[in-house]
């Protein structure tokens, strides 16, 4: 059983959530977080609709405030703006619902683009690491595409590869999988199930309990703004302490 535990204990922490709150005018979608993620971690956020889950993911890499409260990565206060946001947004990489890929460039463009704009990177340099992340993630033979041209599952792969791109120290996923038709899932998850095992630090928003049971540490369970409960995927599957936790599993694993 993990607890949330207090300051002290999460200092060593990658990222620190301490007492964050957060105000939508008067809805308050994040109440009281107090979150550590350890170097390496792999946590899920798992939990119903509006809960948060998007809003948590967001503010650590500051895509949106907070109102109250702290977060710290490396143990240094988030920065608000400048040259200090930027190399926040490149230590901290995003992967969302809907791939976000630029419509516009190729899949090589895509992923070369960051490196190139704001790493300074040559285009040589950056070329040659973007094919080679775009082999690891099984996808080299699309790198001259665009993405409509690619499914999915691919594209997916696509946006991971260009977040590994910037070298991050951390990636978030928002609900990567569910915009994916079921066939493509898998391919996704096991490009993420193999950065998990690498060792990449990952906060990953998803309803995947295979991911999870494989791939994660702990599983954060998260309703009304609130973390609920904390466990490990395991008992928290099949040991849910929380009648809340209980009831969304309950609808969960009748689907
Ligand atoms: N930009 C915004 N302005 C106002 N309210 C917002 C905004 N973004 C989110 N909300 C509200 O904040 C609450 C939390 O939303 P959030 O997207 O974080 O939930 P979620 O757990 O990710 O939900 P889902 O599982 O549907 O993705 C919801 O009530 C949502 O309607
Ligand atoms: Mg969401």
Redesign the pocket.
Known sequence: MTETGNATDRQGALVVLDNVNKY??N?H?LRNINLGIERGEVVVVI????????????TVNRLESIDSGTITFEGRPLPAEGKGLARLRSEVGMVFQSFNLFAHKTILENVTLGPIKVRGIPPKDAEKRGLELLERVGIAAQAHKHPAQLSGGQQQRAAIARALAMNPKMILF??PTSALDPEMVQEVLDVMIELAGEGMTMMV?THEMGFARRAANRVVF?AE?QIVEENTPEEFFTNARTDRAKDFLSKILTH
Do not use: A, I, Q
């Open positions: 939508y005018g809805l979608v939990g119903p609709s509006g809960g948060g889950k998007s809003t948590l993911c967001r928002d609900e928003v998260m703004g």
